[in-house]
């Protein structure tokens, strides 16, 4: 009977989870269940649609986890400041098919920085929800607290490019990748 009672259970929380796969209805990730608003960055003409568990890092957690100078200029986090979505706006306007240059040359940079990163994936010149040129990479990179899987987006704005950047542990990758692109699908600039 036993057995019985636990594969019924088993069988609620997987319908559970499937009755929560988009922004709109929260995402389960490991047993929680992340909720999504939609969110303006402060000081940048931008709304994105992040976790809402998340909150800003913290200025000291900040330079910890990003000791250089050039650290994203906004960053959200979950509580363990394990999984983070960061943002700088490039007051720069480029033209179409840019983000792709952009993202190449990134790649080359971080490479020559560190010739152990490994680009794994990328992709190039694609559009947002809102119509948005957008491209991207992802690698795995060494943080204090070990390995970190990482995607830098590029995205071409009216008149400037968003980074974004979004990283976690490599052992929750698999459930926050798809997530991160959701997430970043949904840019929108704030007319000025």
């Known amino acids: 009977m036993k057995y019985y009672d636990e594969k019924i259970l088993e069988v609620r929380r997987e319908e559970e ?3 929560h796969t ?3 209805t929260g995402i389960y990730v490991e047993d ?3 909720t999504f608003r ?8 931008i709304r994105v649609v992040l976790p809402e568990q998340f909150i800003p890092m913290p200025g000291a957690v900040k330079d910890v986890k990003y000791p250089s100078k050039n650290a994203p200029d906004f960053v959200v986090t979950s509580m363990d400041s394990a999984v983070n979505f960061g943002f700088n706006l490039f007051n720069k306007r480029i033209e179409d098919g840019d983000t792709a240059v952009m993202s190449r040359q990134f790649r080359d940079a971080l490479r020559n920085v560190n ?3 490994k680009i794994s994936k990328w992709e190039d010149n694609i559009k947002t929800d809102n119509d948005f040129e957008m491209s991207w990479f992802q690698f795995k990179g060494y ?5 970190n899987f990482n995607r830098m987006y590029f995205i071409k704005m009216k008149k400037s490019v968003l980074h ?3 990283n976690c542990p490599m052992r929750v990758k698999e459930e926050w990748v798809d997530i991160a692109a959701k997430c970043f699908q949904t840019v929108e600039e704030i007319e000025e």
């Open 115 to 117: 010739p152990s990163i």
């Open 17 to 19: 989870r499937l009755r």
């Open 32 to 34: 929680d269940l992340i």
């Open 38 to 45: 939609q969110i303006s960055l402060p000081n940048i003409p």
């Open 143 to 147: 943080a204090l607290d070990g390995q």
């Open 164 to 166: 974004g950047i979004f």
């Open 22 to 24: 988009t922004l709109e």
